[in-house]
């Protein structure tokens, strides 16, 4: 009898730890689709399109025409970091740009960088007990070195052409022009792949508060604008980032000269956390969408 009970007892110890693992198993699959899900459970279902970015998920958002105009579309291309529905500009445009003609394609940006965490390992990071230093939060965040920047941004360049590279078949049932919005960080990544030739030109480039983190690498976004042979509308806000404000003028200086059809900066007394402001912002794109489609239909 004490051995069978005994194999009784191995049996369920067993089958518990089986269920605990398997239980496990599914609750974090379950979860990560949850939050996958729930993220954008608020938009129509056919709206959200999940694409292989690399070994991860990510999602484009797509909104059709809106009215007899069938222009082309509007791909988006937010501040990293955001959503590809971000509260506020990006969200408004994303909505809008439908009444005027013009489909939208939103992509989600790459992560953004904000401390050097964003390239540590596991591995890297210090255990309780092995005596390395904590860095507190007091305290100033310790710059990268020129190696982990050139690793942070290949890696975030290689997602962004990853992504836009699954876009013309998305874009497919939308004919007609397009037009690349994009925001902050995002822009200024946009136009650093644009004068590598990593992303197709579009036929219209839409910068607001263009910059880059690294000082060198702002520095030099000017340069790189003016060199684009593409038709550019350049909006500034007040409320800018602090390095997208330090290269404005030079933007507008480097750019062709009495050339309408090839650059055009607007400056905004407004905010962009301001309605007001999207509205101006929307108007702006589709008056100078308006002029391109005229000089090159």
């Known amino acids: 009898m004490s051995l069978i009970r005994l194999f009784s007892f191995r049996f369920m110890l067993i089958s518990l730890a089986i269920s605990t693992v398997s239980s496990t198993i599914f609750s974090t699959a379950w979860a990560e689709d949850a939050e996958r899900v729930s993220k954008y459970d608020y938009l129509p279902s056919d709206e959200v399109i999940s694409i292989d970015v690399g070994e991860q998920k990510s999602e484009v958002l797509i909104r ?4 007899k105009k069938k222009l082309g579309a509007a791909i988006m291309f937010a501040n990293t970091g955001m959503d ?8 408004f445009l994303r909505r809008e740009l439908t009444h005027t003609g013009w489909a939208t394609i939103s992509i989600t940006p790459p ?33 990268f070195t020129e190696e982990d920047w050139q690793k942070i941004r290949e890696k975030q360049e290689l997602f962004v052409v990853t992504s ?7 874009g497919k049932p939308y004919s007609g022009k397009r037009i690349l919005i994009t925001t902050a960080q995002g822009a200024g990544l946009t ?26 690498e702002n520095q030099a ?11 550019v509308l350049d909006i500034q806000s007040r409320d800018g980032h602090r390095a997208s404000l330090d290269t404005v003028k030079m933007r507008r200086e480097l750019s062709p000269h009495n050339s309408p059809y090839r650059y055009s900066q607007q400056l905004m007394s407004l905010n962009l956390n301001q309605e007001t402001a999207w509205q101006t912002c929307l108007e702006l794109i589709e008056g100078f969408a308006q002029r391109i489609n005229k000089a090159y239909p």
């Open 64 to 67: 059709s025409w809106i009215g």
């Open 84 to 91: 590809a529905d971000a509260a506020g500009l990006q969200a």
């Open 111 to 143: 992560n953004s960088v904000m401390t050097p965490n964003f390239a540590t390992t596991p591995e890297e990071v210090a255990k309780a007990g092995e005596g390395k230093a904590i860095q507190k939060s007091s305290e100033p965040t310790q710059q």
């Open 164 to 170: 836009m590279d699954q876009l013309d078949a998305l």
């Open 191 to 216: 136009i650093s792949l644009l004068s590598k030739n990593k992303l197709p030109k579009p036929d219209i480039l839409v910068v607001i508060n263009p910059f880059m983190r690294q000082t060198g």
């Open 221 to 231: 976004l000017p340069k790189l604008l003016a060199e684009l042979d593409i038709p």
